[in-house]
T-cell receptor, first 109, second 119 residues
Framework: ELKVEQNPLFLSMQEGKNYTIYCNYS?????LYWYRQDPGKSLESLFV?????AVKQEGRLMASLDTKARLSTLHITAAVHDLSATYFCAVGTGNQFYFGTGTSLTVIP | NAGVTQTPKFRVLKTGQSMTLLCAQD?????MYWYRQDPGMGLRLIHY???????AKGEVPDGYNVSRLKKQNFLLGLESAAPSQTSVYFCASSYAKQGQGWADRFTRFFGQGTRLTVV
């Protein structure tokens, strides 16, 4: 079974700072997803990464994938309060999805 | 532009009661899924379906049953609720045969969740 580990599990950061969330997975995968979940809400798809070296950016979030290291990162640039949420990575292989435990991000003014 | 709709949004059950959660999607997706989300454990797959009339077990299927009589609907049933089934349940769908790029085909689209409490 494929294992997906995220760290940190909890992150509190000040507005304007940068930080990176890490997602490690245990075996070869087709693709890597990042989702955002606001408290009490559903999961919203942020990025799909397909190949080694893939990088995608949306606003202050940038996701990258290193398939050789089995690692994806979600980098937050100049955090703002609106980014407070829980972020999940999910690893896809075939039609299977394996979710990480999530990183709860709180951005403090 | 409804996407994936779950009903109900909240429910409180007594131990031993039964209930059915309904998931409906209007994206013509082939695959549908039921997940549960518990604190510190991410999302775990309960059951899934790869097409109308098919169902399969996921990671944590015990205590649940599902049915997919129509392509757009996926029902999750609890026959005899237990406190361990207190959780937030999410339905998701994916994979339209046409009109999507390869990667997007497998992206899960989620409903808004059902918060179930069993007392």
């Amino acid at each position: 079974e494929l294992k997906v580990e995220q760290n940190p599990l909890f992150l509190s950061m000040q507005e304007g700072k940068n930080y990176t969330i890490y997602c490690n997975y245990s075996t070869t995968s087709d693709r890597l997803y990042w989702y955002r979940q606001d408290p009490g809400k559903s999961l919203e798809s942020l990025f799909v990464l397909l190949s080694n070296g893939a990088v995608k950016q949306e606003g202050r979030l940038m996701a990258s994938l290193d398939t050789k290291a089995r690692l994806s990162t979600l980098h937050i640039t100049a955090a703002v309060h609106d980014l407070s949420a829980t972020y999940f990575c999910a690893v896809g292989t075939g039609n299977q999805f394996y979710f990480g435990t999530g990183t709860s991000l709180t951005v403090i003014p | 532009n409804a996407g994936v709709t779950q009903t109900p949004k909240f429910r409180v059950l007594k131990t031993g009661q039964s209930m059915t959660l309904l998931c409906a999607q209007d994206m013509n997706h082939e695959y549908m899924y039921w997940y549960r989300q518990d604190p510190g454990m991410g999302l775990r797959l309960i059951h899934y379906s790869v097409g109308e009339g098919t169902t399969a077990k996921g990671e944590v299927p015990d205590g649940y049953n599902v049915s997919r009589l129509k392509k757009q609907n996926f029902l999750l049933g609890l026959e005899s609720a237990a406190p361990s089934q207190t959780s937030v349940y999410f339905c998701a769908s994916s994979y339209a045969k046409q009109g999507q790029g390869w990667a997007d085909r497998f992206t899960r689209f989620f409903g808004q969740g059902t918060r179930l409490t069993v007392v």
